[in-house]
């Protein structure tokens, strides 16, 4: 048990090295343009060739930010939500739209926050950003799809929770951080 936990560390090590600066001291390698908007929007445009555009929101919300204990996992259920629609436009026609302008998209939370991602190509662009927008101030949704929707998370976590490799990271997460919220995965404690 001990070596496979030294191979996990060493694990972090290796990632965390791979995504350190470059030697211009620079995250991003690429001009980028940063603005902060009245409503404190952050934006970041990093031109690059081609006629695509990678869109993401990040919302400066993860896992270690649910603090009351027995209330786990909750920032990786609303990021599931968050495809549940809206008045204007519901999950079904947001997805017929995003399939339509042949979009790839997809979500994932981590400890420290949650990202919404869609790839496009340009001229798509002004659409995109009115249904997220949309989404991210008008989402709706039924208790009966809050309930299935929690059915779909639980079944994810009774998937990873078979994964030897979920386990450990679970229980060094638990062991490291026995007092500070970086101790439960963002998928939460089953219990939860």
């Not at 695509?52 to 270690?64: D, H, K, P």
């Not at 997809?106 to 995109?128: C, G, K, M, P, Q």
């Amino acid at each position: 048990m001990s070596r496979l936990i030294a191979l996990f560390l060493l694990c972090f090590v290796v990632v965390g090295s791979s995504l350190a600066q470059t030697s211009s001291g620079r995250m991003i390698t690429f001009p980028a343009h940063t603005e902060a908007l009245d409503n404190g929007l952050e934006t970041i445009v990093i031109s690059m060739p081609g006629g695509l555009v990678s869109f993401w929101l990040i919302v400066r919300t993860g896992s270690r930010d649910e603090f009351e204990h027995g209330h786990t996992g909750f920032a990786h259920f609303f990021e599931h939500m968050m495809f549940r629609g809206t008045e204007r436009y519901s999950a079904d026609v947001y997805n017929e739209i995003l399939t339509e302008i042949g979009a790839s998209r997809n979500a994932y939370t981590t400890d420290d926050l949650t990202a919404y991602h869609v790839s496009i190509a340009a001229e798509d662009l002004a659409l995109v950003m009115d249904l997220e927008s949309d989404r991210f101030k008008n989402l709706a949704y039924s208790e009966d799809v809050f309930r299935t929707e929690a059915g779909a998370v639980y079944g994810e976590y009774r998937k990873n929770v078979t994964n030897p490799f979920f386990a450990i990271y679970e229980g060094v997460m638990t062991t490291a951080f026995d007092a500070h919220t970086y101790g439960h995965t963002t998928m939460g404690f089953e219990e939860d």
